[in-house]
């Protein structure tokens, strides 16, 4: 079984930033990317930002030049950090794992519990 631990989030003031941390750990055999996903109330769950083992690099629209993921691949860690942030931003964000719990296992999506930022105006 694959764990996602979140950490970072909070309560920042406009044109702030924060920094999220998800490490993952368990049976994990490969991975395919790893990301982060906000989601706010009564809305769909959106991509945040992803960092593929293979490839390029992805952001959503409005969080680039502000936003950068990064990867520590030794411990399994995807970092997001985030500037000059806006009340917009605000939003629970979730890290997400794409990959493969042991040879020959199907590919799937693993998620952490979440973890709320909260930008202030």
């Known amino acids: 079984q694959v764990q996602l631990v979140e950490s970072g989030g909070g309560l920042v003031q406009a044109g702030g930033s924060l920094r999220l941390s998800c490490a993952a750990s368990g049976s994990i055999f490969s991975i395919e990317s790893m990301g982060w996903y906000r989601q706010t109330s009564g809305k769909q769950r959106e991509l945040v930002a992803v960092i593929p083992s293979r490839g390029s690099t992805n952001y959503l629209d409005s969080v680039k030049g502000r936003f950068t993921i990064s990867r520590d691949n030794a411990k399994n860690t995807v970092y997001l950090e985030m500037n000059s942030l806006n009340a917009e931003d605000t939003a629970v964000y979730y890290c997400?794992?794409?990959?493969?719990?042991?040879?020959?296992?199907?590919?799937?999506?693993?998620w952490g519990q979440g973890t709320q930022v909260t930008v202030s105006s």
């Open positions: 997400n794992l794409n990959g493969r719990a042991y040879f020959g296992a199907p590919r799937r999506d693993y």
